[in-house]
């Protein structure tokens, strides 16, 4: 029996051991926290950080693995990478990985190929607000500003300031150091949207081409910021120049990087002039399952695609450019700290729910949503047509609550 080393055991992963299992694969996985959900389902389990490349290189070494995959994990997708191309398994290269993965090497990177990207620097954690604001000064940058941590995904620690103000300086820099593991946070220039959502979901490639497209684009509850994707949906909205534009972008992009295989998550503002300009291109499949909303979209399953092609396995039909068909997902959030209670859906809704993920019971504390990582569950929803879907995404924040004492 072949195994395959997966790296993260979360709820969102366990889908990814699920499927290496239903194909016949012996499963080691490795996390570090005690209590994820993911060693009950893996044949073998390891409690060991992800991240640690060496440490994971020598169990992949003691197991025999023939594959690794970080399933929707930015921080191990670079070790998945590492330990595959150390061993000799199906990869993509590690610098690319590294690229796509630290964000002020992704913005060197578009700069120096020609791809459109705002002006930007990096910052050190620890430097104070008024070096940065020095540093903003002698670059002239523009306000308003994004400050966020090179290496973490899902909007977390992510600031806009629109002024040369000292103390919001100060609280955006805490913020962002408080969810950088490298230690450097990025300052860059804010993108005026053309198009007026970010363009999100994921692509997968084969054979160095983009064969699957799930284009969407992100809902937002601008309640709390906005900053902070609340569900996709499909058909993203765009025209058929903005799309071509986007298609063309993302496909230039992975040919520069030298992208082999695999799925991709892609978060991508459409500015003025209909300009494309990448946020990330993540080297790991999205989070807020969006892979499990483009397969009920596609009728491909793209977790036993991920499985399949990291295991050398690309006999799988891949091939996907949309059908039309109307899905959203809105991801379950608390506005504030407290203890959840239930989820509240409006009977004009409940008949476009078709399923429920949660992740909290009634009694869990949940906490204020500022990151992907503080989401509560997620509904998926299906529609007649993009009329209803536009209807229905207008008010979903009003439809589908959860009750926090």
């Known amino acids: 029996m072949s195994s395959i080393l997966l790296l993260g055991g979360s709820k969102q992963q366990v889908v990814a051991i699920e499927a290496a299992k239903r194909l016949g694969y012996r499963t080691v996985l490795c996390d570090y926290l005690p209590d994820n959900p993911g060693q009950y389902f893996a044949d073998v389990f390891y409690q060991q950080s992800t991240t640690d490349k060496q440490k994971?290189?020598?169990?992949?070494q003691l197991e025999g693995v023939s594959g690794v995959l970080a399933y929707s994990s930015d921080p191990a997708a670079t070790t998945a990478a590492y330990v595959a191309e150390r061993l000799g398994l199906p990869t993509n290269p590690l610098k690319s990985v590294e690229v796509l993965s630290e964000k002020h090497l992704f913005r060197k990177y578009l700069a120096g190929h020609g791809f459109p990207c705002p002006k930007s620097v990096p910052v050190a954690v620890g430097a104070s607000a008024d070096e940065v604001l020095g540093v903003l000064l002698g670059e002239e940058m523009s306000f308003p500003v994004?400050?966020?941590p090179t290496d973490s995904s899902g909007s977390k620690g992510v600031s806009i300031i629109d002024a040369p103000?000292?103390?919001?300086?100060?609280?955006?820099?805490k913020t962002a150091a408080g969810f950088s593991r490298n230690e450097v946070l990025i300052l860059e220039e804010y993108i005026e949207y053309g198009f007026p959502r970010v363009i999100g979901g994921d692509v997968f490639v084969v054979d160095g081409e983009v064969r699957f497209w799930g284009l969407m684009s992100c809902l937002r509850d601008y309640r709390?910021?906005?900053l902070v994707p609340v569900g996709e949906r499909n058909p993203s909205g765009l025209s058929d120049i903005q799309e071509t534009r986007v298609r063309e972008q993302v496909q230039a992009l992975v040919t520069s990087l030298g992208i082999e295989f695999g799925e991709l998550n892609v978060e991508i503002i459409v500015g003025k002039d209909d300009v494309p300009y990448f946020l990330e291109l993540g080297a790991r499949a999205g989070g807020n399952m969006i892979p499990i909303q483009l397969s009920d979209l596609s009728g491909i399953d793209l977790v036993e695609a991920n499985v399949r092609y990291a295991m050398g396995d690309r006999s799988m039909p891949i091939d996907f450019c949309g059908n039309g068909l109307a899905f959203s997902t809105y991801v379950l959030h608390a506005d504030r700290a407290g203890i959840y209670r239930e989820l509240r859906v409006s009977p004009e809704i409940a008949g476009h729910v078709y399923r429920t993920v949660m992740y909290v019971e009634p009694g869990d504390a949940v906490e204020p949503f500022d990151g992907a990582n503080k989401a509560l569950g997620i509904v998926f929803l299906s529609f007649d047509d993009e009329a209803q879907l536009e209807d229905a995404c207008e008010t979903l924040g009003n439809q589908i609550a959860v009750e926090i004492d």
């Open 56 to 60: 994971m290189l020598e169990i992949a």
């Open 224 to 226: 709390q910021g906005g």
């Open 146 to 148: 994004v400050i966020k």
């Open 165 to 173: 103000d000292i103390e919001k300086f100060a609280r955006a820099l």
